[in-house]
């Protein structure tokens, strides 16, 4: 991971670190929530990557839409409490990107209930840098604009302001990524 992660860096290239706190026995976030083993099961097996990569000053890390007892709460995926953003942001250090993983996959909004626009603002509140939303509205229309503060409790900007002042900076122009591929 070390050598690929080096390599895209000497190519411009942001390497992200991906699905934290790890999707090792996740079912698919892409069709409904999953639950994964307590806090303490991740901390000893699935932490450990993550850690080595941290270490390493990883740029970027994706956070998964995963519900982790003892980590998140209740019915919300990791990309939503402030706690979990948190841990990862004490993890990971002030000047690595966050990122949301898609939240048009149905765990991080079809099964809350929400829109992925909604997803996107309550995953930027909890303190992502960037709320990534792959696929559009089926009616077509586009997302909504909202603005944020960032006061105390709101985004981290840290790792946009860091992405700003190198080659990644169109990723953060608004907080939110839009995927350009067709589905």
Partial sequence: MNAWS????AAGVLGVVKH?????????????????????????????PFKAAFARHADAVIIGHLRVPGLTEGSLPAIEPPTALRTLRAQ??????IMTDDLSMAAASKTL???????????LVAGA?????????????????HKLSTTAGSPHPGGCLGAKSSPYQDACSNGTLTCTAPR
């Fill in 20 to 48: 934290w706190p790890g999707h090792g026995q996740a079912s698919d976030t892409h069709a409904s929530d999953t639950i994964v083993p307590p806090w303490s099961v991740p901390q000893r097996r699935d932490l450990i």
């Fill in 113 to 123: 209930g929400i829109t992925s626009a909604q997803a996107a603002v309550r995953s």
């Fill in 129 to 145: 840098d960037v709320a990534m939303v792959c696929w559009a509205p089926a009616d077509g229309s586009p997302l909504p604009s």
């Fill in 92 to 97: 990971a250090g002030a000047s690595v990107l």
């Fill in 6 to 9: 080096d390599g895209l860096a």
